[in-house]
């Protein structure tokens, strides 16, 4: 006989009692049809007839039985079983890689386990609110942004009041963005073509910008030459719509008188029969507009 078949792991002891009819048999233990020898846990008292396991462990669990023997005859007790309950222990949860990430409207499951006799009640809780599932798992049919949290699953054994949780983090799955090429028949090289001629459409836009600037700049320089020109008057401005080739009168060094003189307007631009030292030809930058000039000498 024993004093209790369902221990508490840690905190009981369980004492056996065997009964020979013969008080001069001797008296051996067995677990689970082994011999079994004293330790520091199993102590065997008045002639081997008490066995005391002391704190127990689930290691202990199993069947007991007694022997007596006398110079002939060995007799065995019936099997006892010794049932040990413990746990929880530590709360494993099973899903892997974590954190956990879960594509949108896909269905997700969060595992958890924890060894415990008997087996554990289990609740679990989403950023500390209970969900209601009394299960080792939790499932999402339908996977939203409202179902990212911290997930806790909380196991309890009622037989031996003991509680362990563990959490997990579950998110939405974010895919990578991915470059991808529009017709799938083009070859490496064609790739590669569309490339290179990209890069250079690129150089020729920029060195067509840099000649129009300086080409603008030249321009610009020019007007202003012709603006603080020798002979201090205005330049007529050109008319690209039509091809009229200017000449101007300047004199740097004599002057006229006041009244002698005429204005340098448009007007006053005299268009010369024929070529003469008197006249010489300069070609400012734009190439539509001559002027007539008077050499000092």
């Not at 005859?73 to 990430?101: H, K, W």
């Not at 969060?110 to 554990?120: G, R």
Request: glycine content about 8%.
């Amino acid at each position: 006989m024993a004093s209790d078949s369902d221990a508490l792991e840690h905190q009981d002891s369980v004492t056996f009692w065997c009964l020979p009819g013969d008080p001069n048999e001797s008296v051996f233990w067995f677990v689970n049809n082994t011999a079994l020898t004293a330790s520091d846990r199993l102590e065997l008292c008045s002639s081997n007839r008490t066995l005391i396991v002391h704190n127990i462990t689930r290691g202990d669990t199993g069947t007991y039985q007694c022997e007596a023997r006398d110079m002939v005859n060995a007799q065995r007790s019936n099997l006892l079983t010794l049932s040990v309950s413990y746990g929880p222990d530590s709360v494993v949860i099973l899903n892997q890689p974590q954190p956990i990430e879960a594509k949108l409207e896909s269905t997700v499951t969060i595992w958890c386990h924890a060894p415990s006799l008997p087996a554990a009640q289990y609740r679990w809780f989403v950023n500390g609110t209970s969900l209601g599932s009394l299960e080792n798992c939790h499932t999402i049919l339908h996977m939203s942004w409202q179902h990212q949290g911290n997930y806790t699953c909380l196991a309890h054994n009622h037989r031996t009041q003991g509680a362990a949780s563990a959490s997990v983090f579950l998110g939405v799955a974010v895919a990578a963005p991915t470059l991808t090429v529009s017709n799938p028949s083009l070859s490496g090289g064609a790739i590669a073509g569309i490339t290179v001629g990209a890069v250079a459409g690129g150089l020729l836009m920029v060195a067509l910008g840099y000649f129009l600037v300086a080409k603008k700049g030249r321009r610009q320089m020019g007007e202003l030459t012709g603006e603080t020109g020798l002979g201090g008057g205005s330049l007529p401005a050109p008319n690209p719509s039509k091809s009229e080739v200017f000449y101007i009168n300047l004199h740097p060094i004599e002057r006229a008188p006041s009244a002698q003189r005429r204005s340098l307007s448009a007007s006053s631009l005299e268009t010369p029969t024929e070529c003469s030292l008197v006249y010489k030809n300069w070609c400012p930058r734009d190439m539509n507009t001559y002027y007539k000039m008077k050499p000092s000498a």
